[in-house]
């Protein structure tokens, strides 16, 4: 397989942080947009739906640009369009269905926190798909002090551990979920058009999602005309981020890239405190997002620094 310009060090930092900035960005954005279109947690099929319009239009705008890759073709199979699909139904139509939900029912800033778990995931279940990657002594000790951040997250004032069903488990629930459209979406586009399969899975589970919330009665009781840059914001940040990232996941470890998502929470607080006017000064959450991050670096650096390679087929 040829040389990929996102196997360059500097570019593959520069985009991983850039796929950072705008998951942090999208969990404040996507409140402060169901304000706009007039959902509330009453409303969950409404989230639904606003889930399904941004991926699927997303997956729209990407697929035309998807098709200039030189030497990526997209082999035509059943197989194929199988492994799309089951693509689509974890990483678009399961993730999406509950993090926007959750979302409802919870701040952005936790939101943007307990997203992260799925590194941690990784963590422990990459060795089991891929033979290059192991279980060290560090990634354990990163772990660790990354769920203890989640958990701390979710302690109030008055040292209640608060996890609602509806609102925080949801979250985590889509992380699970995310964690499996990683590994799949990296074995997928291992020798894959990985743009194409990027932008058909949106498109095919944005019109899932977009189905599902129809049918259950969602629908947007106004919209206010800030609705329209918001959403516009939200498909274009899924339509970069997601491909960008099923690219940098064919060309690069998962472990040489993923220790950049420590940016995520980061970006999600800043903008929870801009865009929602939370207040993220609150010991629980300075110190989630700390230990978060200090997590996600340690166990993304408990392997011997080297060069990044083409292997698509290893993390």
């Known amino acids: ?31 402060l947009g169901y304000s706009y279109v007039g959902i509330d947690a009453s409303n969950p099929f409404g989230t639904i739906l606003f889930a399904g319009i941004r991926f699927f ?13 030189k030497g990526e073709s997209l082999q035509k199979t059943p197989r194929l369009a199988f492994s799309i699909l089951l693509l689509a139904l974890v990483q678009t139509v399961l993730q999406y269905l509950f993090q926007y939900v959750g979302i409802c029912n919870t701040t952005g800033s936790s939101s943007s926190i307990i997203g992260q778990s799925n590194v941690f995931l990784l963590c422990f279940l990459s060795p089991l798909f891929f033979k290059d990657d192991t279980l060290t002594l ?11 951040g ?7 004032a008055d040292m209640q551990f608060v996890f ?29 058009n990985a743009a194409a399969v990027s932008s058909l899975q949106q498109i095919i589970g944005g019109a899932i999602l977009m189905t599902i919330g129809f049918l259950g009665g969602g629908r947007f009781t106004e919209f206010k005309p800030l609705a329209i840059p918001v959403l516009l914001f939200l498909i274009l940040s899924a339509a970069v981020a997601n491909t960008l990232w099923t690219v940098l996941l064919k060309h690069n470890p998962i ?11 980061m970006f999600g607080m800043i903008f929870s405190a801009i865009l929602l006017h939370e207040d993220i000064l609150m010991w629980n959450k300075l110190l989630s997002v700390l230990a978060v991050s200090m997590g996600i670096f340690i166990v993304n650096t408990s392997h011997p620094k080297k060069e990044l390679k083409n292997d698509p087929g290893q993390l």
Request: glycine share 8%; proline share 5%; aromatic share 10%.
């Open 1 to 31: 397989m040829k040389s990929s310009l996102f196997q360059k060090r500097s570019i593959a930092i520069l985009c991983s942080i850039l796929c950072a900035l705008l998951w942090g960005t999208g969990f404040p954005v996507i409140k």
């Open 57 to 69: 239009f997303a997956g729209l705008i990407t697929l035309p640009l998807s098709k200039p890759w």
């Open 138 to 148: 560090k990634k354990i000790i990163g772990c660790t002090i990354g769920f203890l």
């Open 150 to 156: 989640i958990i701390v997250v979710n302690v109030s």
């Open 164 to 192: 609602a069903p509806n609102g925080e488990l949801l979250v985590l629930f889509a992380s699970i979920a995310a964690c499996g459209g990683f590994l799949m979406s990296k074995k997928i586009s291992a020798r894959q």
């Open 255 to 265: 472990s040489h890239i993923s220790v950049y998502k420590f940016a995520t929470p």
